[in-house]
């Protein structure tokens, strides 16, 4: 947090992360990417962010970039790109996006495919 705090301090216009939630527990990992979020949003900034946790994506981030091992899958609104046919082949999982009871999308995972 002091890291993060101390290139906040100085508004930066373009802000890179790579797995700024990594080994934290899911207080800090909210509180991060809140403070992130409300930080580009006054600054005006931008924020790429490199993150494995694709619900925490889906919750703060505008757009996602979906990649696998090929390349590009998809880019775009979370909601709207994130289908069961990316998460298929992307991750290899069958799954889906659906909405919890606060309105935010989750992927939720019935099962990994086989290889």
Request: proline residues 3%.
């Amino acid at each position: 947090m002091i890291g993060l705090a101390q290139v906040l301090i100085r508004e930066p216009r373009l802000l890179l992360l790579d797995e700024p939630t990594s080994a934290l527990d899911l207080h800090w990992q909210i509180s991060v990417l809140q403070a992130v979020k409300q930080n580009l949003a006054q600054t005006g900034g931008i924020g790429l962010v490199a993150i494995h946790d694709i619900n925490l994506a889906l919750r703060f981030c505008d757009k996602v970039l979906v990649l696998s091992p090929g390349g590009l899958v998809v880019m775009g609104k979370g909601e709207q790109v994130l289908t069961a046919e990316v998460l298929r082949k992307a991750y290899g999982v069958k799954g889906r996006v659906e909405q919890c009871s606060q309105g935010y999308p989750i992927v939720l995972v019935d099962e990994a495919m086989s290889a």
